[in-house]
C-alpha cells in the first residue's frame, strides 16, 4: 500500500460501516494532512439524522488523526460554502436521488471540479460514490427516485458509472448497462477505487470489484 501518492484525488467506497471501508480510509487519510481541514457533506441523508451522521464521520476522522478539523456542509450553508478553504471533502450515503438533487440545486457540482482541479481530495462513500458517475440509474433498485428527476452524474470517471454494495443489485445494474452501454465500476462493500484528478483507475482496493 502506497502511503504518499500526490496523484491520488477521488477516492469511492462501496458502503456499508467503518469496518468496510477501513483499508480504503487508511489510504484517503494517509493523503490528507493530520491537520487538514475537512468538509463533511451528508446531503444524501435525511436532514434529522445529520447530525448523528457527522458524529459517526467524527468518530471514523478521530481513528486516524485527532488534529483534522471537520465542519459539516447542511442545506442551510450549502449555497455560500467556499470549498478552498478545505483539504478534503467527504461525501457519505443515502438515498443517491436526493443527494444528486441536492448537489446540483446548490451548485456543488461546478465547486467540486474546480475543487479537485486544485488539488483537493474527494472521497464518496456509496451515494456519494455513485454520482460522481455519468449517470445514476445503477442506484434506481436500490434507492427510492420520489419526484427526483437529476439522472446524469458529474462524470468524473470517463464516461463510466458506478454501482456500490455489489452484487446486491446485479440483475438491475447489469441490465442497466446493457441496456445504456454504460461502462460501469461495481464497487463491493469492503472494497474501494481510487482514481487520479483526470478520472483515471489509479487503485483498487480490496477483492471483488467488478466492471461491466
Excluded at 46 to 73: C, H, K, P, Q
Excluded at 80 to 90: F, P, T, W
Excluded at 186 to 196: Q, T
Amino acid at each position: 500500500m502506497m502511503n504518499e501518492n500526490k496523484k491520488y484525488a477521488l477516492f469511492l467506497g462501496g458502503g456499508g460501516g467503518a469496518e468496510d471501508s477501513a483499508r480504503l480510509d487508511e489510504i484517503f487519510f494517509n493523503a490528507l494532512s493530520k491537520d487538514g481541514k475537512i468538509l463533511y457533506v451528508p446531503l444524501a441523508m435525511d436532514s434529522a439524522n445529520y447530525s448523528g451522521g457527522l458524529e459517526w464521520f467524527t468518530g471514523v476522522v478521530r481513528l486516524y488523526s485527532d488534529t483534522i478539523s471537520i465542519d459539516m456542509l447542511t442545506d442551510q450553508n450549502a449555497d455560500d460554502v467556499d470549498l478552498n478553504g478545505y483539504n478534503a471533502v467527504y461525501i457519505g450515503g443515502g438515498n443517491t436521488f436526493k443527494l444528486l438533487d441536492s448537489v446540483i440545486k446548490y451548485g456543488l457540482a461546478k465547486k467540486i471540479k474546480t475543487f479537485l482541479q486544485n488539488g483537493g481530495l474527494v472521497y464518496g462513500g456509496s451515494a456519494g460514490a455513485i454520482i460522481m458517475g455519468k449517470n445514476i440509474k445503477t442506484a434506481a433498485a436500490m434507492d427510492e427516485r420520489g419526484y427526483y428527476e437529476q439522472e446524469n452524474g458529474l462524470n468524473l470517471l470517463h464516461d463510466a458509472c458506478v454501482a456500490c454494495h455489489w452484487p446486491e443489485t446485479s440483475e438491475h445494474v447489469k441490465k442497466v448497462a446493457r441496456e445504456n452501454k454504460f461502462k460501469v465500476y461495481c464497487i463491493p462493500e469492503n472494497c474501494g477505487l481510487v482514481f487520479d484528478v483526470n478520472g483515471s483507475l489509479l487503485q483498487i482496493v480490496g477483492e471483488g470489484v467488478e466492471t461491466i
